[in-house]
């Protein structure tokens, strides 16, 4: 492939501003295969993304996304047996968890994780200790307005709306380059939806990538550039979003939508 070629031509063409390579994968998974002790249940995930794009990725229940995600951020449970995992260079199949917390992947899980006995502000403080180049505690009230009113609040006693915004303004506080949200919009109301979806799109010129699973698949298609469907552990199918939209045979078949 002339990857090599497409991506200089990228750069002769772009300005020396913070131009998105469109061409050349920033994230990569080649034939990932994890495991539940014996249980196989990521049976040879392949997926491309580009640099500022959002993947939905989606699939019935148990179709293997939560356990996608975990193999990604490389939690040892499930346990990657085989593949590769590529961000921006980066062999991350070859890290452990902290370290593919610190080359840049940021898993925020369907419980979210807000720390107990700790304040918003504290929460997104302690996230900062991180190594790397967070948002500062300025830029994330101005992009999360919700969170700067209650700062001094305890995370725990926030909204579902409003943990799962305290989540993504953590990850956002760390050196984040591919977000993976589980769920995020489970249980939360429209305009809340609405707010999580303003802030994940205006993420995207910043060159952060998303991965996004969520029962909601017509909202995480509406917002995604690409598609993902998983069955029992395979990909069932990859392409753009509006390909998903577009067929129903398809949204029928694994979306029941
Ligand atoms: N901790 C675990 N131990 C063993 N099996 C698990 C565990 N977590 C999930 N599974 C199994 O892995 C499969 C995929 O689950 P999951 O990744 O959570 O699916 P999804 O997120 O698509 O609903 C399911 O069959 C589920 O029962
Ligand atoms: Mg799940």
């Known amino acids: 492939m002339s990857s090599v070629a497409m991506q200089s031509e990228t750069i002769a063409a772009g300005s020396n501003t913070a131009e998105l390579d469109t061409t ?49 951020a490389r939690t040892d449970n499930p346990q990657m047996r085989q593949g590769e995992i590529w961000l921006d260079g980066m062999p991350i199949h070859e890290m452990s968890s902290y370290q593919a917390a610190r080359a ?16 918003v502000e504290e929460n997104i403080s302690l996230a900062k200790v991180a190594p790397g180049n967070g948002w500062s505690l300025e830029q994330i009230y ?45 249980g939360l109301a429209p305009v809340i939806v609405h707010e999580i979806e303003r802030i994940l799109h205006s993420i995207k010129p910043l060159g952060i990538t998303t991965i996004i699973v969520e029962q909601n698949a017509v909202a995480a298609l509406k917002l995604a550039d690409r598609a993902v469907i998983l069955d029992t552990g395979e990909v069932a199918f990859a392409g753009t979003a509006k390909e998903v939209l577009d067929n129903a045979d398809l949204r029928h078949e694994y979306l029941a939508i």
């Open 142 to 186: 101005e992009s999360f307005p919700r969170l700067a009113e209650r700062r001094t609040q305890e995370g725990v006693t926030l909204s579902g709306g409003e943990q799962q915004m305290l989540a993504i303004a953590r990850a956002l506080a760390r050196d984040l380059k591919l977000l993976l949200l589980d769920e995020p919009y489970e």
């Open 24 to 72: 050349r994968p920033f994230f990569s998974v080649r034939d990932m295969h994890a495991y539940y002790g014996e249980s196989y249940i990521v049976q040879g995930v392949s997926l491309d993304i580009r640099k500022g794009e959002i993947l939905a990725l989606l699939g019935r229940n148990g179709a293997g996304k939560t356990s996608t995600l975990r193999t990604i």
């Open 104 to 119: 840049g992947i940021q898993l925020v899980p369907e419980d979210r994780r807000i720390i107990q006995g700790l304040t």
